[in-house]
């Protein structure tokens, strides 16, 4: 019986002309556009990290190798000004992250840093071509040369065995 029933249900749905009346569908949301970051902010927040990150790792090595401390000095220097230019386009810095200190003998702790400031110097010429702002172009030309210079200085610098 049930089946004799299922199956008149069966052809008298498939012999109806009429269409099914169709499902209701959820209401579409467009999704958000997301607004591109200005690549002078993302220029100097990049920087800005990458600053207050070599400031750190200066920090531990200055008590075995002091004539590293003005090269920790130009660091934190630099993180101010990037800092400011972020504040002045109504951006928050955010905090510093944490930092390992590079351990190991000085003369190792050195070369990493020398390699650091190199790498640097090659990060903020990279990024120049993407920055739009003269002023934060000039920036980041005089941030790389002294990352390179940092890299020079390292080089030629007397560390304690």
Do not use: I
């Not at 199956?7 to 499902?23: H, I, K, M, Y």
């Not at 200005?38 to 075995?64: G, I």
């Not at 640097?120 to 002294?146: H, I, M, Q, R, S």
């Amino acid at each position: 019986m049930l089946a004799a029933a299922l199956g008149a249900a069966v052809a008298a749905g498939c012999t109806t002309s009429e269409r099914p009346a169709p499902e209701p569908t959820a209401a579409v949301t467009p999704t958000p556009t997301a607004v591109p970051e200005d690549p002078d902010v993302v220029a100097l927040r990049s920087w800005l990290a990458a600053e207050r990150r070599l400031a750190a790792r200066y920090a531990a090595v200055v008590r075995q190798v002091p004539a590293l401390r003005p090269l920790r000095v130009n660091h934190t220097t630099r993180a101010t000004a990037l800092t400011d230019h972020l504040r002045a386009r109504g951006v928050d810095p955010g905090p510093a992250a944490t930092v390992a200190p590079l351990r190991g003998k000085p003369g190792t702790v050195v070369r990493t840093l020398a390699r650091a400031e190199r790498d640097l110097a090659a990060a903020y010429v990279a990024t120049l071509p993407k920055v739009g702002d003269t002023a934060v172009l000039l920036l980041g030309a005089e941030f790389a040369a002294g990352a390179r210079q940092h890299a020079v200085v390292l080089a030629q610098v007397e560390v304690p065995r």
